[in-house]
């Protein structure tokens, strides 16, 4: 009988299951006869420190305390990570054993444990979520010494990879020029959600607050966000424009909350304004199914510009139109299942969700040809298959 390919997923932004992406991946994995252990932080509900969930062994460490801010605080959040990966890598090498980790991004530091157990037989698959560099720019607006160790940690990451992953073209296209990967090693694995958790439905009608149109935004509420852009679009449709019949909800939780929360305030707008914190599963999609509009106010920036959205996928899934910035991948998502605004003009963008507001039978239009783009080819069941194969490239360099 043949032994099982066993791979150990490592991941540090989210917890898992909580991390859908992640979750999608393994269970995939699972489900196609791998042996899968995960590492992740705790957090958000998902305390215990060892569990298995659907045959997937799951051992969490400590949430780290995420950095907002300064080189520093990077650098505890990022070294009590690594601490705990070289601590758990063992046992997990012990009770269930790993032919090849997958790391998770950001950060680019596990190719770090990577390295320690190439020498011991295994393999790197670097599973790019992120682009660091970008990140680090996007944050804190500036390229100095810290943005070039990030470009050297990226570097570093692909140089380790076997095999890497790609969420969308513009980052297998950095892979192959920036990270100097073979093409046939990169794989595109786009970040959808499955359409057969993603039902659409009525909603819960009380997130309507008794508006003729919700305006609905799900994500992380952190600094790139840019949830200022869309407070001030908020400003300008209602104030401005006259557009007082609508109600925001904001699904998600980050470390902005109370600065975005503060704006509203500070402009007048609670009554405008819903904040739910984090939803999940049904909760989650009765919020968004009571939504009219999906917005994605992510600024234009290197980072924005190349990224997939999750919460743009999660609208055109549940057959949303859309208002987002014109940014490359957004574009490359959506197509005209969205209207894009002027790179950060919260002004325009107010008038792009009044366009929508007032030709009911486009947006509906525009909503359908999203969800079917999803069906088409976007969703989950387009992406397994490359992951699948990107598994298979790997086990067969090290010929198994």
């Not at 009770?95 to 998770?104: A, H, L, P, R, Y």
């Not at 020498?119 to 990140?135: A, K, N, S, W």
């Amino acid at each position: 009988m043949t032994a099982p390919r066993k791979i150990l997923i490592v991941v540090q932004n989210l917890p898992v299951p909580l991390d859908r992406r992640v979750w999608l991946e393994a269970t995939t994995l699972a489900q196609a006869g791998y042996q899968v252990s995960v590492i992740s932080p705790t957090g958000k509900g998902w305390d215990k420190p060892r569990e298995v969930i659907d045959g997937i062994a799951i051992y969490r460490y400590p949430e780290p305390v995420e950095a907002h801010s300064g080189a520093i605080a990077y650098a505890r959040e990022y070294l009590h990570s690594l601490v705990h990966w070289f601590r758990l890598a063992p046992v997990v090498r012990r009770e269930q054993g790993f032919d090849v980790i997958q790391g998770c991004n950001p950060p680019d530091l596990i190719f770090l444990l990577a390295l320690w157990y190439r020498v011991r037989g295994v393999r790197y698959l670097f599973d790019h979520h992120d682009v660091c560099p970008e990140l680090f720019e996007a944050k804190f607006g500036k390229r100095g010494l810290l943005y070039r160790v990030m470009r050297i940690w990226e570097r570093m990451t692909f140089a380790t990879a076997t095999v890497s992953v790609a969420t969308n073209e513009s980052f297998r296209a950095i892979a192959v020029e920036r990270g100097r990967m073979p093409p046939e090693d990169v794989f595109v694995v786009r970040s959808a959600p499955k359409v057969e958790k993603f039902v659409i439905g009525p909603g819960d009608p009380t997130y309507r607050k008794g508006a003729g149109t919700v305006l609905g935004y799900v994500g992380v509420i952190g600094q790139q966000e840019g949830m200022d852009l869309l407070v001030a679009a908020a400003e300008h449709l209602i104030r401005r424009m006259g557009r007082s019949d609508v109600h925001f909800v904001i699904i998600g939780f980050g470390p902005e909350v109370p600065t975005v929360q503060a704006d509203v305030a500070a402009r007048g707008l609670q009554d405008w304004f819903t904040f739910t914190g984090a939803l999940y599963g049904d909760d989650l999609l009765a919020a968004l199914n009571a939504c009219d509009i999906g917005l994605s106010p992510d600024p234009k920036n290197p980072m924005n510009d190349i990224s997939t959205m999750n919460k743009v996928m999660e609208y055109m899934t549940l057959g949303k139109p859309m208002v987002q910035f014109d940014l490359k991948e957004g574009r490359a998502s959506a197509d005209d299942a969205s209207l894009y605004a002027r790179a950060n003009d919260p002004v325009d963008f107010a008038a792009q969700i009044a366009v929508l507001m007032d030709d009911p039978d486009r947006a509906r239009a525009m909503g359908e040809r999203g969800r079917a783009r999803v069906l088409d080819r976007l969703s989950w069941s387009h992406s397994a298959p490359h992951l699948l194969s990107a598994y298979d490239r790997i086990f067969t360099r090290i010929g198994r």
